[in-house]
């Protein structure tokens, strides 16, 4: 299966920890996304990239959360000194740029617990 | 505002009838209004996305139409199946950034 592919799938953290989450989008796909979904709710968008290019971040994005894409492949996702209220599913997404839609192919998701 | 205004929240319909979603939108710079599905515990795919220069799209039992002017974009699904139930959720954006809607849950009834 060469879908997106999201690790860890499930992560339990103490509030305070740091965390880290890695995606690996669809190979010739140049854009990248992260976004949030808590229960009962769309996702809500974090952060966006083309290529290594990090293009559009949400505004209502803590400072605590950061994410890279380095060589324009995989992607990180860190949330740092956890709070509760970071207990969501986040979800990596990608896209390929000369598609004629503008799907988003969705991971599976990491789902965070911060107690 | 940015966000997606999305009715109903549930929905339940007989096996065979039709449903409609619909959604409302504030942002006059939205041009891409994708339709995902969620099946429980899946990840959210695309079923049907429409552009603003189109007012209508079909695909087999599913169809979107979009009213730029009054800001609202629509949902049909005719001769709903059992596997249609799921939650669907739209959004509206660009290729950079999407806003989805809280989502609407689909049961169909056999």
């Known amino acids: 299966d060469t879908g997106v592919s999201q690790d860890p799938r499930h992560k339990i953290t103490k509030r305070g920890q740091n965390v880290t989450f890695r995606c690996d989008p669809i190979?010739?796909?140049?854009?990248l996304y992260w976004y949030r979904q808590t229960l009962g709710q769309g996702p809500e968008f974090l952060t966006y990239?083309?290529?290594?290019?990090?293009?559009?971040k949400s505004r209502l994005l803590s400072d605590r959360f950061s994410a890279e894409r380095p060589k324009g492949s995989f992607s990180t996702l860190e949330i740092q000194r956890t709070e509760q209220g970071d207990s969501a599913m986040y979800l990596c997404?990608?896209?390929?740029?000369?598609?004629?839609?503008?799907?988003?192919?969705f991971g599976e998701g990491s789902r965070l617990t911060v107690l | 505002g940015e966000n997606v205004e999305q009715h109903p929240s549930t929905l339940s319909v007989q096996e065979g009838d039709s449903a409609v979603i619909k959604c409302t939108y504030s942002d006059s710079a939205s041009n891409y209004f994708p339709w995902y599905k969620q099946e429980l515990g899946k990840r959210p795919q695309l079923i049907i996305d429409?552009?603003?220069?189109?007012g209508e799209k079909k695909d087999q039992r599913i169809a979107v139409t979009l009213n730029k002017t009054a800001k609202h974009f629509s949902l049909h699904i005719t001769e709903t199946q059992p596997e249609d139930s799921a939650v669907y959720f739209c959004?509206?954006?660009?290729?950079?950034?999407?806003?989805f809607g809280s989502g609407t849950q689909l049961t169909v009834l056999p």
């Open positions: 190979s010739e796909h140049n854009r």
């Open positions: 429409i552009r603003s220069n189109v």
């Open positions: 959004a509206r954006g660009s290729a950079r950034q999407l806003t």
């Open positions: 990239f083309q290529n290594e290019a990090q293009l559009e």
């Open positions: 997404a990608s896209s390929f740029d000369g598609a004629y839609t503008g799907e988003l192919f």
